[in-house]
């Protein structure tokens, strides 16, 4: 009588445990896809999965720089300056809520190349964009109306980026219907100069205490940053 039992309790479970089997399987590879490959960040990889048509190496050293500066940082900007102005090359990520609020074209300075940025500097006057990491600050209206200042955080590379005023901007410049008429977006004075139609809400997603890293293969920054290496000189920049 026992194994009746047994038997006919075994039958009646089993077409539970068959279904119940895709659900267990599905929440094992999505905990499998959400967890990073061996030594990956998990920023770096959570910033892959939001944005896979963005470049590893820009979005591998962001997740460094900001892990190095700020772990808990709630918003981050990146832009990638080794691809054309024609391409979308600034991503917005919600940190928190994993989500890309943004993906935009995105201008560089006239002294820092045509189509194609190849040169960066701190310098001011010169026109040209500044690569490293920064943090924001205020929001304000200028010449260039609704605007974000900006704080260079690393020294000799983005540090005058306030004096210099670079700021993030909106400009009829940047735009498909400019980039169909010459062939590459309008260039600023240095700024990462955006849409007209997002400036007021990429603005507000940035804007007091959220980070900015603006990308580019330049041999000696990559060797020297102080938060890409994450020094004991990094911690103090973060904190200043």
């Not at 001011?124 to 955080?153: A, C, K, V, W």
């Not at 060797?223 to 973060?238: D, I, P, R, V, Y």
Request: hydrophobic share 40%; aromatic share 10%.
């Amino acid at each position: 009588m026992a194994l009746r039992l047994n038997v006919a309790t075994l039958l009646f479970s089993l077409p539970f445990t068959l279904f119940t089997l895709p659900l267990h399987a599905a929440s094992f590879f999505a905990q499998v896809d959400s967890t990073p490959p061996r030594g990956i960040l998990p920023l770096h990889h959570q910033l892959l999965q939001l944005a896979p048509q963005a470049s590893p190496d820009a979005l591998r050293l962001a997740a460094q720089a900001l892990n190095c500066a700020e772990p808990n940082a709630e918003r981050l900007a990146v832009i990638d300056y080794s691809l054309p102005s024609t391409e979308p090359r600034l991503w917005v990520f919600d940190l928190r809520q994993h989500k890309l609020l943004f993906e935009e074209l995105v201008s560089h300075g006239q002294g820092s190349g045509d189509a194609q940025a190849e040169t960066f500097s701190n310098t001011p006057d010169s026109h040209q964009s500044s690569i490293g990491l920064f943090r924001t600050m205020n929001s304000y209206y200028g010449r260039n109306g609704y605007s974000l200042r900006l704080e260079g955080l690393e020294p000799n590379v983005n540090d005058l980026a306030f004096e210099r005023a670079i700021v993030i901007h909106g400009a009829d410049y940047v735009s498909d219907a400019f980039i169909n008429q010459t062939g590459r977006l309008g260039r600023s004075h240095g700024c990462p100069a955006v849409r007209e139609d997002v400036t007021y809400p990429l603005i507000d997603s940035l804007k007091e205490d959220q980070y900015v890293f603006a990308y580019y293969p330049d041999a000696e920054w990559l060797a020297t940053s102080a938060f890409l290496g994450c020094t004991a000189t990094a911690a103090q920049l973060a904190r200043r």
